[in-house]
Each structure stands twice: as structure tokens, then as C-alpha cells.
């Protein structure tokens, strides 16, 4: 678990990194190429957090508010600053 609490981590710092590259880059084949970064990075964090779905409703784990915090921790993922299309990615990825 302790893993998977890393690599959440980590997975955090490395979308906040691409986005501030996304939002920085110039020319607009720069931000495509960042904007598919990002949809990676996303879908890794997806793919953590159905973990954590799955710890959360299992009855093997009695502590479950670090799971709680580092699922919240991916959804929210910072929203402010972030330009309309890359929200409704988000919005997309982590609802649907």
C-alpha cells in the first residue's frame, strides 16, 4: 500500500509539472504533445485510484483514512489556473 501511496505522489507532482510546461509552452505542437502527457498522467492516477476504490470497499484494511486522503488527492488534483479543456478532461477521465 505504501507503494501505491508513492506512486500517487508522484504521479501528482509529475501532472502539476507537465501542466505548468503546458502552460508555458509556446508554440502550439509544444502544448499537444504536453496535452498527451497529461492525458498519460491522468490516466495513471485513474488507474491508482480504482486501487484505492478497491481497498476502500474491501474489508482487509481497518485504517482506511490514508486511502481516503490520497483518493481525494487525485480528484482534486488542483482545479485553479487550469484552462477549460484540460478540466473537462478531467472531468471526463475521473466521472465517467
Known amino acids: 500500500m505504501d507503494r501505491t501511496f508513492k506512486k500517487i505522489t508522484e504521479g501528482v507532482e509529475n501532472f502539476e509539472d507537465v501542466e ?8 502550439p505542437a509544444q502544448k499537444e504533445k504536453l496535452e ?17 476504490k478497491t481497498w476502500q470497499a474491501g474489508s482487509d484494511v481497518k485504517d482506511k483514512a490514508p486511502i481516503i486522503d ?11 489556473g487550469r484552462p477549460a479543456d484540460v478540466t473537462l478532461i478531467l472531468c471526463h477521465t475521473f466521472y465517467v
Open 70 to 80: 490520497h483518493r481525494r488527492l487525485i480528484e482534486v488534483v488542483r482545479t485553479d
Open 20 to 27: 505548468s510546461k503546458m502552460n508555458a509552452a509556446g508554440t
Open 36 to 52: 498527451a502527457d497529461l492525458k498519460t498522467q491522468i490516466k495513471k492516477l485513474q488507474r491508482l485510484r480504482d486501487q484505492l
